[in-house]
Nanobody, 126 residues
Framework: QMPLRETGGGSVQAGGSLRLSCAAS????????MGWFRQAPGKDREVIAT???????NYPDSTQGRFIISKDGDKKTLFLQMTSLKPEDTAMYYC????????????????????WGQGTQVTVSS
């Protein structure tokens, strides 16, 4: 069983919205940092947002405002609400998780996420 599985991708016109989900089969007694990433063809993977078990979120400047990360409590189900989508948002979207040890912050600069989903494609047409 995959520890992380994304759903909710699809094709949408510019200006539209999508909500991605990530079902997580992780140790429910272990705290995690979770995050959403995306990678467009020919481009580097970029972080969209991260969230800790308390619901504290972090966004890079590039995604602030149009994307909202959230999670569903103990079920460790992760969501990404995307609005006002643009053609440049077209990419494969991934969720990821890393065990969060004492003192570790769930920043957008974490580079060693341990668990990844297979991704869900989002295509935005103009």
């Amino acid at each position: 069983q995959m520890p992380l599985r994304e759903t909710g991708g699809g094709s949408v016109q510019a200006g539209g919205s999508l909500r991605l989900s990530c079902a997580a089969s992780l140790n429910r007694y272990m705290p995690y940092c979770m995050g959403w990433f995306r990678q467009a063809p020919g481009k580097d993977r970029e972080v969209i947002a991260t969230i800790d078990d308390y619901g504290s979120t972090n966004y890079p400047d590039s995604t602030q405002g149009r994307f909202i990360i959230s999670k569903d409590g103990d079920k460790k189900t992760l969501f990404l609400q995307m609005t006002s989508l643009k053609p440049e948002d077209t990419a494969m979207y991934y969720c990821a998780a890393i065990r969060r040890y004492l003192g570790m912050k769930c920043s957008v600069h974490i580079t060693n996420f341990e668990y990844w989903g297979q991704g869900t494609q989002v295509t935005v047409s103009s």
